[in-house]
């Protein structure tokens, strides 16, 4: 059995006024909870790649090496905290609303050439056999603006711009304004794993200052609630107590959870 992560964080992007804070504090987070307080995943079978190596082609690559050889029983993760978007699709007579999903590399200039569209990670997802425990995490945004909306700290007061952004990238004229996860949900059929995502369609995904550190909202609450329900708790419930999480504490996005792994647990049991 073999046990392998990709963890991929971007907060520098060269386009000004697209950096972030607190991608590169999820994955180290991810990395410590799954290799070092539950001792699932061998630290040599984790990888992390973040801003400038975090390019299409770098994180193709790694996705290369993470589906490599994968067989039934092993468990694999995916996980990307960095911008995302969406772009005209060229897929029309699949996509009904005529966009696709992309989450945006190191890299990427407006272009489907320089994205990571949801086509590409399903056809490699495509390539996972039968029995695989395969778990894919998206803390990014899909939504047109860079939104400064009054979003709570635990306990504290409004956070100021300086302690929240938001995971979509501020672009040009590729970007429109998304309806999340629509051809995900319409290759649904072939996705054998668990797709845990930041947020729904109309909604963003918060870059926030929370218990003196940056991170993302979404994993922060995740690895929280893993830690206190994830052994022996569907990843669906775990989604539940994580938008309960977000709610009480005044971020207005609701993650969601698909696949055929959904009422699995997040470790293989």
Same mark, same amino acid.
């Given at each position: 059995?073999?046990?392998?992560?990709?963890?991929?964080?971007?907060?520098?992007?060269?386009?000004?006024?697209?950096?972030?804070?607190?991608?590169?504090?999820?994955?180290?987070?991810?990395?410590?909870?799954?290799?070092?307080?539950?001792?699932?995943?061998?630290?040599?079978?984790?990888?992390?790649?973040?801003?400038?190596?975090? #390019?299409?082609?770098?994180?193709?690559? *790694?996705? $290369?090496? &993470?589906? /490599?050889?994968?067989?039934?029983? !092993?468990?694999?993760?995916?996980?990307?905290?960095?911008?995302?978007?969406?772009? #005209?699709?060229?897929?029309?007579?699949? *996509?009904? $609303?005529? &966009?696709? /999903?992309?989450?945006?590399?190191? !890299?990427?200039?407006?272009?489907?050439?320089?994205?990571?569209?949801?086509?590409?990670?399903?056809?490699?997802?495509?390539?996972?056999?039968?029995?695989?425990?395969?778990?894919?995490?998206?803390?990014?945004?899909?939504?047109?603006?860079?939104?400064?909306?009054?979003?709570?700290?635990?306990?504290?007061?409004?956070?100021?711009?300086?302690?929240?952004?938001?995971?979509?990238?501020?672009?040009?004229?590729?970007?429109?304004?998304?309806?999340?996860?629509?051809?995900?949900?319409?290759?649904?059929?072939?996705?054998?794993?668990?797709?845990?995502?930041?947020?729904?369609?109309?909604?963003?995904?918060?870059?926030?200052?929370?218990?003196?550190?940056?991170?993302?909202?979404?994993?922060?609450?995740?690895?929280?609630?893993?830690?206190?329900?994830?052994?022996?708790?569907?990843?669906?419930?775990?989604?539940?107590?994580?938008?309960?999480?977000?709610?009480?504490?005044?971020?207005?996005?609701?993650?969601?959870?698909?696949?055929?792994?959904?009422?699995?647990?997040?470790?293989?049991?």
């Amino acid at each position: 059995m073999k046990n392998k992560a990709l963890l991929v964080g971007i907060n520098d992007y060269p386009l000004p006024g697209n950096d972030l804070r607190g991608c590169i504090n999820d994955i180290v987070d991810m990395r410590d909870f799954i290799a070092n307080k539950n001792k699932v995943y061998p630290w040599e079978n984790i990888k992390t790649i973040t801003d400038n190596r975090a #390019t299409k082609k770098g994180i193709l690559a *790694e996705l $290369d090496w &993470l589906l /490599e050889g994968a067989a039934a029983g !092993d468990q694999l993760l995916f996980q990307y905290s960095g911008h995302g978007a969406q772009q #005209t699709t060229q897929h029309p007579q699949i *996509e009904k $609303d005529g &966009l696709d /999903e992309i989450i945006c590399p190191y !890299d990427y200039r407006d272009t489907a050439t320089t994205a990571i569209s949801d086509k590409e990670f399903a056809q490699h997802f495509a390539k996972i056999p039968e029995g695989v425990h395969f778990v894919w995490i998206s803390d990014s945004c899909h939504a047109q603006d860079l939104s400064r909306d009054v979003t709570r700290q635990e306990g504290s007061a409004a956070l100021t711009f300086d302690q929240l952004r938001y995971r979509h990238y501020n672009g040009g004229s590729a970007l429109v304004a998304p309806i999340m996860n629509t051809s995900v949900a319409a290759t649904k059929s072939v996705f054998k794993g668990a797709l845990l995502s930041g947020c729904a369609s109309h909604q963003l995904s918060a870059d926030a200052y929370i218990q003196n550190r940056f991170n993302g909202a979404f994993t922060h609450y995740l690895i929280q609630n893993l830690s206190h329900y994830g052994h022996n708790t569907t990843m669906r419930s775990i989604v539940d107590y994580v938008n309960q999480d977000l709610a009480k504490n005044g971020f207005d996005q609701n993650p969601k959870i698909e696949g055929a792994l959904a009422l699995s647990t997040f470790f293989k049991s």
